[in-house]
């Protein structure tokens, strides 16, 4: 196998994204857990950017590391109190979720052995932007237009949410 400059910046990216992940997860307060979450979402655009999906890679950053996580901070802003951390995890929680992650992880694994990892299988590139576009704004069978008004009305109704849950203290 060589490796190839490519191979490095995804290796670079992968960690990247891998350490973030586990730091988000890991620890205790809540307003790091949004700021690990924004560098996963960043890692996972620069993956993109690396197979060449632009649109997807610009998508992933303007609504999910920007609009998302803004979302996620002004939540945690609105309804936590200046020091909330994280309770430990003990007893049983502890080992179903140890649990859970082996058994993911496993699964992980299995898929990804498993798999025929062969060029044929996949394509560098992308739709044109107008395709994409037309498709996202259409009504018909295969539109994305009800799912985006759905998904609206329910960010609406948790910034509403969270407005009235923080007027209540």
């Known amino acids: 196998m060589e490796i190839s400059l490519e191979l490095i910046v995804f290796t670079i990216l992968a960690l990247f994204t891998v350490v973030s992940a586990v730091l988000a997860v890991t620890t205790h307060r809540i307003l790091r857990a949004a700021t690990y979450l924004l560098f996963v979402l960043f890692g996972t655009a620069g993956i993109y950017f690396q197979l060449n999906y632009s649109f997807l890679g610009a998508v992933q950053m303007l609504i999910y590391a920007g609009g998302i996580t803004v979302l996620y901070v002004f939540s945690i802003l609105l309804t936590s109190s200046q020091g909330d951390k994280a309770q430990r995890i003990r007893g049983y929680n502890l ?75």
């Open 95 to 169: 080992y179903s979720g140890l649990a859970a992650t082996l058994l993911s992880l496993g699964v992980c694994l299995y898929i990804t052995l498993r798999h025929d990892f062969r060029p044929s299988h996949f394509e560098h590139g992308e739709l044109e932007v107008t395709t994409i576009g037309h498709t996202l704004m259409s009504a018909d069978k295969y539109g994305y237009l009800l799912p985006f008004e759905v998904i609206s009305i329910l960010l609406l109704a948790c910034i509403v949410g969270g407005i009235l849950i923080a007027r209540k203290r």
